[in-house]
T-cell receptor, first 115, second 113 residues
Framework: AQTVTQSQPEMSVQEAETVTLSCTYD???????LFWYKQPPSRQMILVIR??????QNATENRFSVNFQKAAKSFSLKISDSQLGDTAMYFC????????????FGTGTRLQVTL | KAGVTQTPRYLIKTRGQQVTLSCSPI?????VSWYQQTPGQGLQFLFE???????NKGNFPGRFSGRQFSNSRSEMNVSTLELGDSALYLC????????????FGPGTRLTVT
């Protein structure tokens, strides 16, 4: 069974600064997908960024980028130029190619962006 | 395209009752997955339906069931409600060409008293 671990329950960053959220996972699969989801106070789960394991290049989406280290089974999210609207719970998630629509989530990191 | 919709948004039920939650996927999406979110257990996968068939199932008791209709809308049913079933129930839909990319609805907040 796959597991996803987020070791930082809470983090805080000042507006315009950069913050990195950590995620590690465990799997015996060779091909899989990794995701970061954002859940603001509205509870709407929003896909922030995704990474396919067979791609060595790290994914980027505007101010969001990942550092994917396959051998270390590490998948961190970097948020640049943090904005107040980035305040949310961030979940790291995993799915394998066999059951692609089944997501396994980490416990989440609560990010607070302050002035 | 309209997003994933879930009804009702809030629900209060009494222990022992049953409840049905509804999820309408994004137009063209044929896969619908359900998740339970609680403070204690976090986000857990319940089941997934594709083309009216359950394709994947999580580790939940048989009191939790679901179905999918020909228009891809899905319902989730919980029978004999327990206090521990109080949770945010999220559904997500995905396109057949990219099952791994799921789009979530706003959730149904179920409170069992």
């Amino acid at each position: 069974a796959q597991t996803v671990t987020q070791s930082q329950p809470e983090m805080s960053v000042q507006e315009a600064e950069t913050v990195t959220l950590s995620c590690t996972y465990d799997t015996s699969e060779s091909n899989y997908y990794l995701f970061w989801y954002k859940q603001p106070p509205s509870r709407q789960m929003i896909l922030v960024i995704r990474q396919e394991a067979y791609k060595q290049q790290n994914a980027t989406e505007n101010r969001f980028s990942v550092n994917f280290q396959k051998a270390a089974k590490s998948f961190s999210l970097k948020i640049s130029d943090s904005q107040l609207g980035d305040t949310a719970m961030y979940f790291c998630a995993f799915s394998d190619t066999g059951t692609a629509s089944k997501l396994t989530f980490g416990t989440g990191t609560r990010l607070q962006v302050t002035l | 395209k309209a997003g994933v919709t879930q009804t009702p948004r809030y629900l209060i039920k009494t222990r022992g009752q049953q409840v049905t939650l509804s999820c309408s996927p994004i137009s063209g999406h044929r896969s619908v997955s359900w998740y339970q979110q609680t403070p204690g257990q976090g986000l857990q996968f319940l089941f997934e339906y594709f083309s009216e068939t359950q394709r994947n199932k999580g580790n939940f008791p048989g009191r939790f069931s679901g179905r999918q209709f020909s228009n891809s809308r899905s319902e989730m049913n919980v029978s004999t409600l327990e206090l521990g079933d109080s949770a945010l129930y999220l559904c997500a839909s995905s396109d057949p060409s990219s099952f791994h990319e799921q789009y979530f609805g706003p959730g149904t907040r179920l409170t069992v008293t």
